[in-house]
């Protein structure tokens, strides 16, 4: 279990390996209220590397729940002043952020998806500026995530101890039954970086996904694109991880360059709901058709929140030997899932998946074939029969995946 020796080394890794804490700098971490342990864990972790000060913000699905349920659409988009101003100051004042993510999956199934699609659009207005800055690197950030009740039980229906075995899965996927964790993740991380330089040497123009579900669409990369790993540098010059575990390897699709049809390959859960058995039609860029066995509504909630949603932002490669791919566990959580297999992300592409792209404008971006939109959805693609070709300018091939694993 998460608890004791385990939960501070699980802490320690957090703000070392994730966040990269240096001395004198301030933490602010989101949390669920029932998880106080882990919020204090990671409170001492940080304050034993010299934090100056840590501040905790409460998360509490049954709360979010009931302002869904009982609130008005029009009072929920209220996105009080207060709230933008306190995460612009995390940013100001070059404060490190991690949060801890473990939502109900299904939390808020009974809500009609256009509520919940109206209330996510309005939120991501209101913090566009503070999202835009973490993308782009502004401050050090880490989303990790810990057993809860309500998430253990949809993951180990017929568990009879569901928070222990979804303990026991995330364990092993943030490698701390390795001796060392902090080694083992840097050999992990260097391993990741290896296939980032082969990629960054190739300039592939597209990648060409295809599998026996129905996959067969070709993903043009932005110009001047880079291929990024684990590690990444703040704005500040200090690397960090911002996803732990990451077993990715990710750049930008240009905009208007991907044409073709995927299938998802698992279920995607947003904003409390899940999308399922889904397919999207690509032409020059842009979604022009799309179908979902389950969770249509929210689907089309999700690719009509702005011009940007419509569009690619994020191109991801993982094999299928990966230890959370290995576990074939459902996590119905992004973070673990996007790391089970190849993925693509709807929305906002990250400045920093092009070379340079942090001290470039909008429009320069925009040019290069970068997408924008206030929102950032992943979803997965891979099977294990996904190949995946790197093609050049000038047409040469180079299979990148046979049968969902890495031939690099
Ligand atoms: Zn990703
Ligand atoms: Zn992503």
Redesign the pocket.
């Known amino acids: 279990m998460l608890t004791g020796k385990t939960l501070l080394n699980y802490a320690r890794l957090v703000v070392k390996v994730g966040v990269n804490l240096q001395k004198g700098q301030g933490l602010e971490i989101a949390c669920p209220v029932e998880k106080p342990e882990v919020a204090q864990a990671l409170t001492k972790a940080a304050y034993e590397m010299g934090a100056k000060i840590v501040r905790v913000r409460w998360n509490c699905d049954s709360i979010d729940k009931l302002n869904y349920t009982y609130a008005n659409t029009d009072d929920l988009k209220v996105i009080p002043k207060w709230l933008v101003d306190s995460k612009n100051y995390l940013v100001e004042n070059n404060f490190c952020y991690i949060a801890v993510a473990a939502d109900d999956p299904s939390l808020l199934k009974d809500i009609p998806a256009q509520k919940i699609g109206e209330v996510a659009k309005a939120r991501a207005k209101a913090l566009k500026k503070f999202s835009d800055t973490v993308m782009a690197n502004g401050i050090r950030w880490c989303v990790v995530s810990v057993p809860t009740q309500s998430w253990a039980r949809q993951v180990f229906p017929s568990s009879k101890n569901p928070e222990k075995d979804l303990s026991a899965a995330i364990e092993k996927t943030m490698r701390l039954d390795y001796p060392d964790p902090i080694s083992a993740w840097e050999e992990h991380v260097e391993r990741l970086e290896r296939r980032a330089e082969y990629l960054n040497r190739a300039r592939f123009s597209y990648l060409h996904f295809k599998n026996s579900i129905g996959t067969d669409i070709k993903v043009g990369l932005c110009d001047n694109h880079k291929w990024l790993s684990a590690k990444e540098i703040a704005k500040d010059g200090v690397p960090f991880i911002a996803?732990l575990p990451?077993e990715?390897v990710?750049t930008a699709p240009h905009r208007l360059r991907v044409d073709g049809t995927l299938k998802s390959a698992l279920p995607l859960c947003e904003n409390g709901q899940i999308i399922d058995g889904f397919s999207l039609t690509f032409k020059n860029g842009k979604v022009v058709d799309f179908s979902a066995q389950k969770g249509y509504e929210t689907l089309k909630q999700l690719l009509n929140t702005d011009q940007g949603t419509l569009r690619l932002g994020?191109v991801?490669l993982i094999g299928k030997n990966s230890p959370i791919a290995k576990s074939k566990i459902l996590y119905y959580n992004t973070l673990f899932d996007?790391?089970a297999s190849c993925?693509l992300?709807i929305g906002k592409g990250y400045p920093t998946t092009v070379i340079g792209g942090e001290k470039l404008s909008k429009s320069e971006l925009k040019s290069l074939g970068l997408n924008d939109s206030s929102e950032h959805i992943?979803f997965m693609i891979g099977t294990d029969d996904l190949s995946v070709t790197g093609v050049t300018d000038n047409g040469e091939e180079f299979t990148l995946f046979t049968n969902g694993e890495w031939t690099i």
């Open positions: 996803n990451t990715e990710f994020e991801a996007e790391n993925h992300a992943d």
